[in-house]
């Protein structure tokens, strides 16, 4: 079993930053592309960063300039680092991974339960 468990989020003002972390444990062989989505209330979920195991990052137009994205592979972990947060920055944000459970496997992609970003004053 693989579980990945989200951390970080929390109230915060407008124009304040965020940290969010993800870990990754388990029956883990490899770790492919690790990324952060987020659902706001009555919208579709959204990805708002992604990055490849060699650390490519790739970001949602929202989000290009206030938030960065980056992984320590020996820690199986992602951070999303989220800064000059604005109100319709507010979302449920979900951390997703690729991984394998081992060599023979093909990858599958697992999910956090989220953590909840409120950006209010």
């Known amino acids: 079993q693989v579980q990945l468990v989200e951390s970080g989020g929390g109230l915060v003002q407008p124009g304040g930053s965020l940290r969010l972390s993800c870990a990754a444990s388990?029956?883990?062989?490899?770790?492919?592309?690790m990324g952060w989505y987020r659902q706001a209330p009555g919208k579709e979920r959204e990805l708002v960063a992604a990055?490849?195991?060699?650390?490519?990052?790739d970001y949602a137009d929202s989000v290009k300039g206030r938030f960065a994205i980056s992984r320590d592979n020996a820690k199986n972990t992602v951070y999303l680092q989220m800064n000059s947060l604005k109100p319709e920055d507010t979302a449920v944000y979900y951390c997703?991974?690729?991984?394998?459970?081992?060599?023979?496997?093909?990858?599958?992609?697992?999910w956090g339960k989220g953590t909840l970003v409120t950006v209010s004053s």
């Open positions: 997703n991974a690729r991984i394998s459970g081992n060599r023979y496997t093909l990858p599958m992609d697992y």
């Open positions: 388990g029956s883990i062989f490899s770790i492919n592309a």
């Open positions: 990055i490849s195991r060699g650390g490519t990052p």
